[in-house]
């Protein structure tokens, strides 16, 4: 099965500075990589994906890239608020099953 | 968007007994929908494939016989925690895939909280 990656665990920022999270995979079939955002005791939820056809996608002050070849895939927030604080998961999966294989989390700690 | 929804929130049962647990999708059909279980400050980690009209997929190391899933109709599919323990305690989420054909989108369940005492 698919095998996901991720770095770092955790994650200390000062506000405005900006946050990378990166993640790895195994299996090369897997062609949508989505990131969610998970609040202590909450459903996780979706603030980004990316799928393998595209090199890098922008929201704002998310950003997530892709590099099919290394079979990495990378989370970018800019400008870090005090609200960015939260764990966020990476997951890999092939859409048509639609099955997500996780990645360990980062807490994100963002000091105002 | 999608909602989809879990009940109950949190439960707490005794060591041998069983517990359901229920995941529906309120404005749309889901023919698959899907389990996990998180641990504290841990990942979620897929448990198995819920199937509309056929028998569940497990992932590798899940008991399927420990891990009852049903998926009753095109809105429902519930797991029953077969002679809970307390390693069982854990936040379980379920969730659907919805969207156009091959989109990806899933959208999660709120969780449920089980503690086996």
């Known amino acids: 099965g698919e095998n996901v990656e991720q770095h770092p665990s955790t994650l200390s920022v000062q506000e405005g500075d900006s946050a990378v999270i990166k993640c790895t995979y195994s299996?090369?079939?897997?062609?949508?990589f989505p990131w969610y955002k998970q609040e202590l005791g909450k459903r996780p939820q979706l603030i980004i994906d990316?799928?393998?056809?595209?090199g890098e996608k922008k929201d704002q002050r998310i950003a997530v890239t892709l590099n099919k070849t290394a079979k990495h895939f990378s989370l970018h927030i800019t400008e870090t608020q005090p609200e960015d604080s939260a764990v966020y998961f990476c997951?890999?999966?092939?859409?048509?099953?639609?099955?997500?294989?996780f990645g360990s989390g980062t807490k994100l700690n963002v000091k105002p | 968007g999608a909602v989809v929804s879990q009940h109950p929130s949190w439960v707490i049962c005794k060591s041998g007994t069983s517990v359901k647990i229920e995941c529906r999708s309120l404005?749309?059909?889901?023919?698959?929908m899907f389990w996990y279980r998180q641990f504290p400050k841990q990942s979620l980690m897929l448990m198995a494939t819920?199937?509309?009209?056929?028998?569940?997929?497990?992932e590798q190391g899940v008991e399927k016989d420990k891990f009852l899933i049903n998926h009753a109709s095109l809105t429902l599919s519930t797991l029953t925690v077969t002679s809970a323990h307390p390693e069982d305690s854990s936040f379980y989420i379920c969730?659907?895939?919805?969207?156009?054909?091959?989109?990806?989108?899933?959208?999660f369940g709120p969780g449920t909280r089980l503690t086996v005492t």
């Open positions: 404005d749309f059909q889901a023919t698959t």
């Open positions: 819920s199937n509309e009209g056929s028998k569940a997929t497990y």
């Open positions: 997951a890999a999966s092939l859409y048509n099953f639609n099955k997500f294989y």
């Open positions: 299996d090369s079939a897997s062609n949508y």
């Open positions: 990316i799928r393998s056809n595209v």
């Open positions: 969730s659907a895939p919805h969207g156009p054909s091959g989109s990806g989108e899933q959208y």
